[in-house]
């Protein structure tokens, strides 16, 4: 009974050495799996057990270091700090973590970070964990450095520099930034999101630009908006936004550069203004060539008639002998010379409109001349002879109004010439435009008309057009076909005629 006893006794220690044993051999695996070092340290710094699974890492033999202090181990400063925190742990019963580069000169750059671990049931004594940090030191230090040169490049770029979160808020902004928008202190900004330093009429296209590079569209984005400044002043400013991501892809930052463009912006204005007016005296020297070109074509076609008659009338008056024929020609020679003064006056009143001050590439406002054609014939408005209908849907038109005046008194005229009592001459004028012409229009109940020639002999002293009517048509229309319009005349069967003048909106 007794041996059986004893038997069974023996059965279950083997057994509980057996669960021991697997019980440390699961624990040296576990420890084999670990890349740390663990040590089991009294409250008196002596280290009691110690386990790793490369003891290379370890700077003396395992079984040297046991029962040893940390004292002996480590130099005075170095101990004196692990000292400090053990005593720490166990009196406080928290653990505490700190990093330190490696106390021995064979070592020096390695780092580690050292953590106290409490024991439950322990009060004398406590655990710790030593781990090789170095890797993710040196990766730290790369990100300092890198941080850093950012933060340098931030704060000392020319460009103003602004970081915003992915809400639009402002994070931090460079000194040269709070320059531009005249801000004195920085609360003052960053309360703010960036939607408010913007001029409302530019939120969207702004907007626009951060979500086409939140959402990948673009990489980085560059856009003129119109900004706050500090005292609500407006500024234009050129925007070049960009993201800061994580290793998913996603937003984490926008950083903006912004630079200010309002001495660019006045240049270009004064630039524009500049060219503006080199434009305008451009016009205007083509405008007075092509004058002395029509003048000179007008003095050899119109001239060239009454000084050919009166060089002809003085010939055969040195010949004639006839005193009646001599009374005749003498009568011919006034009549031919009258035409000459009167056509000459005309002209030199031409020429002296032609180069009066008057700006050539002024607007003109439709209905100002033709109030003026109106109050030309004012006789035939009021006889009711004459009925002019308007219907202008462009008022303004940017060629000299003399010409256009020019052109309509000249038509009126012409019609007017086939006026039958009882029976009014009708006139609707009107204008409209297309995409790159204004066009004048003039419509009349008249029998078909010759409206653009030009008289080649010397008119009968009874002719009722105006020479000077004629010759500022001619002017009129070299203008109008010299910077690009264009004259139509269309026959509208038994009504009348419609006649277009189209003019380039810009020349």
Known sequence: MGFSFRTMKTHQMFDEINELKERIKDFNSLVSSI?????????QGVI????????EQLFYDKNFLINKSVKELFPTEFSNTIMYIIEKSIRKRTGYVLKYKSPFDEDHDHWYKLKTKIISNKFDRLTVVIT?????????SKIQIKEEKFNRAFQNSSIGMLLLSKSLKVI???????????????EEMLKKEVPEFILESHHENVQVAFDEVKHGIREKAMIEAECYARGNKVIWCLINISSVRDKHGKVVYFLCQIQDLSLFKSNETKLNHQNELLEKINYELKVKINQLETFNQILAHNLRTPISNIEMIINQLEIETSHEQQKNLIELLRISNKKFLNLFDN????IDVQNSNK????????????NKVKLFFTEEISTNKLQIIE??????ISFPGDYIFSIFKYLISSSLKTYVPGKVIEIIASTNENENDILISMENNCSSQHCFEIASEVLNSNEPMDENIQMELHIAKQQIYFFGGNIKIFRIADVGNKIIISLPKSF
């Open 35 to 43: 890349d740390d070092i663990i040590f089991e340290v009294s409250d």
């Open 48 to 55: 009691l057990n110690c386990w790793t699974a490369n003891p």
């Open 132 to 140: 090789n940090i170095t890797r993710e030191q040196k990766l730290l």
């Open 172 to 186: 931090e902004y460079s000194m040269e930034l709070q320059h531009i928008l005249g801000y004195n202190e920085p």
């Open 347 to 350: 002209l030199i009143e031409t």
């Open 359 to 370: 700006n050539l590439s002024q607007t003109t406002q439709i209905e100002e001349v033709f």
């Open 391 to 396: 219907d202008f849907k462009t008022k303004v």
